[in-house]
C-alpha cells in the first residue's frame, strides 16, 4: 500500500483528477466512468486510464453537446451538401438517423448497424453536434424559418477565400479525447446518409487535451501564443450571448436553445512569422508569449489596460495589437470561441499549412462576431500572419430529450 | 478525505496508474514525471494529468526509441531526399542537429533555435527515431558499409505502390501521445534541415493511447480487428531478431545494436469490407471480432490450432486465413510490428482513404520479413481488402551517448 501511495504522488494526486474532471464535466451533467471496472464495456474496460477513455458526455438535454462542452482534444468537422432533390423528408430522415446514432455512439455504444462495433466502445467524451446551412432551409422550403443571420459572412479585405472550405448545407461537429473515436464516430455517420448527402469538405484539428495539461487550460495555437483566454461566461450571466432565444431573429422560435456555428479557416504563416523576434511578437498580440499575460499585467486573466503608456509615452499595447482590435466597448459583441489548431503536412516541393480551424458559437454572428472580424480585417498587426482561408456558418438546432430527433422543432 | 477515496474508486484506482505506466516506460528506463507538481515545466506542470503529458522516453542509450518503446497514441513518419550535392559532411551536420533537438524535445526542452518554445513543454513519451534510406550511403561514398539488406523490398504481386509513398534516403519516426508535442516536433526537425533536405513524404497515424485504454493492448485497425497480437519477445529471447548483430550483413559492424524499420502504406478498402458479415470476416482473417481469439482458441494470445477440423472435416481456420498465412514455421522469420491507422479525409467527390501505416522493425527485413510478405502475396483471404501502396525500407543506427551523434560508428 505504500507503493500505491508513492504512486499517487508521482502521478500528481488523484484526488485533483476525479475532481478536475467531476467538475468539467458537470458543465452537461456528464456521467463519471462506471465505478466497477468489470462493467466497462469493450477493449477500454477496467483499463486504468478508462477515467478518459469511458467519460461520457450525455447526449440528451436542452442543448447539444460539443458547444459548452470543456473541448475535447480531437476535432472533425465534416459538411455535406444535400443531393439534388432533397426535401423536408430527407432532411427528417437524415435527423432521425444522426440522432439516434449519435446518441448511441456517444455513450460508447456501436451505431444501429455499425459493422466495427468494437471501435465503439471507447467513447472518450465524445461528443456530436449537427448543424444547417442556408441550403436546408431552401430544400425542406421553410425559408420563412430560417434565422436572419443565416447567410455568409459579409467579404472582408483580409479574406482569401477557397470554396473548397466554404460553405456546406449540413454540418457535423465530432469531437473526443480519442482519434480512434472521432475516425469511427465520422464514418458511421457519413456512411449512414450517403444515399441522400455528399461530403463538401472535411476539417480536423487538435488541441492538448485530457492526459497531457490541466482541464481548463487555455490552448496555445501553433504559433505558441495562448489563444482563447477571454471567454463570455455563457454558464452565468453571459448565457444569453451563447443560446438563441424565440425571438423572430433566430426563426420563430425553433431555435430557442440553440446557437450558430460559425468555422474561420485560418491559415498561419509560420515561416515569417518565425522571423519575429520574441518581443517584436508580443506586441503583435499584446500578451505574452510565456503565459498568455497582457503586456500590461502579470497573470493570463488580467483586464488590459488598453490606456497604460511606458516613459516615452507611448501605448504599452499597441494601437493596433490583436488584444486590443479584438475587443469591442459593446459587451454584446462577445462569443464563444471552441477552436483547434490543424497542421497538414508538407510533400514533395509543397511546404505543409498548418493554421487554426477558427470555431465560434453564438446566439447571432451579424451582431456579435461580425463587428469583431470587421474590426479586425480593418487593423490587426496579427492580419499579416494570418489569412482567413475558409468560411462558413450554420444554424444549430437545440438539443433534444429521448424519442424526439434534432430539429424536430424545425421540420416536425 | 472521503471525496478523494471515492475519486480513486471511480477512476479504477491510481496504484495500477502507476504500476503499468512504470512497467511499460522501464522497458526503455524512462522516467516517471517529477513527483512535485510544482517543479514540472510550462503549462503542462502541475496539472492533475501531468502523468500522461511530462512522462519521458529517455533519448540516449544503446538503442534508439521508438522501437520497443510501447507504442505512442500518434506517429509522423517523416522521409526526406538529401538535396544534390550532399556529401558525409551534410550527413554529419544533419544528424548533428537532429541529435541535439532530439535529446531536447524528448525531455520536453525547446529545440536549439526553437521559435515556439512553449509548444515544447510537454513531451508525452515524445521519441523520435533515424533511419538512412540507400541514399545515405550513395550520398556519403560509403556504399562498401551499406547493409546488404538495405534496398526497396522485392515487388509483390498484391502492390499497387504510388511513387509518392515510397523510398526516401532520411526518415524521421516522430511517436507522442499528443499531436501538439508531434506537429512541433516535426515542425522544429524539419525546419532544421531545410537547407539540406527536401521532405519527400509524411505519414501520419494514430491509434488509442495512453488516457483511453490499458498500455499494451493490442490495437485494433479500422476494419475492427484485433491487430499485432503475435510478437517476438525482443526483451527477451528473440532480441537477436530486433537489433542487428556485428556480422557483414548490416555492413561491418556500425549498425550493431540498431535495427531496419520497413514502412508500408496498406490501403484498406472498408467499404467492400462493410459488406461482409462477421462470420466471413472472421473466416478470412482466423481470428474472432469481438477478443481477437483464435477462431481455435478462447483467448487473444492463444496459440491456433491450424490442424482443427470442423465437423465436416474442413479446417477451422481456413487454409488461406490471414492467421494460417502470416507465420512461418521458421522462428526467425518474425519481426516487431509497430503500425498505426491513418484516415484521410473525404473530399468533393472523392471517398476517404483508409488504412494502415504498417511499420515494422527487425535485424534484417530480407530474411525475417520479406519471406512472409511474400507467403501472403501467394495467398491469404485479407488481400482482397487491403492494397500496398507505399513501400520503404531504412537502417535504423544504434542510440548514442551524450557528445555523441546519431550515425557517429558509420560516418565518423
Not at 447539444?64 to 462542452?69: L, P, R, S
Not at 465530432?174 to 457519413?190: M, P, Q
Request: net charge negative; aromatic share 6%.
Amino acid at each position: 500500500m505504500a507503493e500505491v501511495s508513492r504512486r499517487s504522488a508521482l502521478f500528481g494526486g488523484v484526488g485533483l483528477v476525479g475532481g478536475a474532471l467531476g467538475g468539467a464535466l458537470a458543465m452537461r451533467g456528464a456521467q463519471a466512468p462506471s465505478p466497477d471496472p468489470g462493467s466497462a464495456p469493450g477493449e477500454g474496460g477496467g483499463a486504468p486510464w478508462a477515467g478518459v477513455g469511458q467519460a461520457v458526455e450525455t447526449f440528451y438535454g436542452a442543448n447539444q453537446g460539443g458547444i459548452a462542452t470543456v473541448p475535447q482534444a480531437r476535432l472533425a468537422l465534416v459538411a455535406f451538401d444535400l443531393l439534388a432533390g432533397a426535401s423536408r423528408s430527407t432532411l427528417v430522415r437524415i435527423m432521425r438517423i444522426w440522432t439516434d446514432d449519435a446518441a448511441r455512439l456517444t455513450r460508447g455504444a456501436p451505431g444501429l448497424t455499425d459493422t466495427e462495433p468494437e471501435l465503439a466502445t471507447v467513447p472518450a467524451r465524445l461528443t456530436v453536434t449537427v448543424g444547417y446551412g442556408p441550403g436546408v432551409f431552401e430544400a425542406a422550403g421553410l425559408q420563412a424559418r430560417r434565422p436572419e443571420w443565416l447567410a455568409p459572412l459579409p467579404p472582408f479585405s483580409v479574406d482569401r477565400l477557397e470554396e473548397g472550405w466554404c460553405g456546406g448545407d449540413l454540418v457535423l461537429q465530432i469531437c473526443a479525447d480519442d482519434e480512434v473515436t472521432v475516425a469511427h464516430a465520422v464514418r458511421v455517420l457519413v456512411k449512414e446518409v450517403r444515399e441522400l448527402a455528399q461530403v463538401r469538405w472535411v476539417q480536423r484539428g487538435f488541441r492538448r487535451g485530457m492526459g497531457t495539461q490541466a482541464l481548463g487550460t487555455t490552448m496555445r495555437n501553433l504559433m505558441g501564443q495562448v489563444d482563447g483566454t477571454v471567454q463570455p461566461d455563457v454558464a452565468g450571466v453571459d448565457v444569453g450571448l451563447l443560446w438563441a432565444g424565440p425571438g423572430p431573429r433566430s426563426g420563430t422560435g425553433w431555435l430557442e436553445g440553440g446557437t450558430s456555428l460559425v468555422v474561420r479557416r485560418i491559415r498561419l504563416e509560420l515561416d515569417t512569422w518565425d522571423e519575429l523576434d520574441r518581443p517584436a511578437r508580443e506586441q503583435v498580440v499584446g500578451r505574452r508569449l510565456a503565459d498568455g499575460a497582457p503586456l500590461t499585467g502579470t497573470a493570463e486573466h488580467d483586464d488590459p489596460d488598453l490606456e497604460a503608456v511606458n516613459t516615452l509615452g507611448f501605448p504599452v499595447i499597441d494601437v493596433a495589437a490583436h488584444i486590443r482590435r479584438s475587443r469591442s466597448e459593446k459587451p454584446g459583441e462577445r462569443f464563444l470561441r471552441r477552436g483547434y489548431n490543424y497542421d497538414e503536412p508538407p510533400g514533395a516541393g509543397v511546404p505543409g499549412s498548418s493554421g487554426l480551424v477558427f470555431v465560434t458559437f453564438q446566439a447571432d454572428p451579424v451582431a456579435q462576431l461580425v463587428p469583431i472580424q470587421q474590426r479586425l480585417a480593418e487593423m490587426d498587426l496579427l492580419n499579416t500572419w494570418t489569412t482567413p482561408i475558409g468560411s462558413a456558418v450554420f444554424a444549430v438546432p437545440p438539443g433534444c430529450q429521448e424519442g424526439e430527433y434534432l430539429g424536430h422543432g424545425l421540420f416536425g
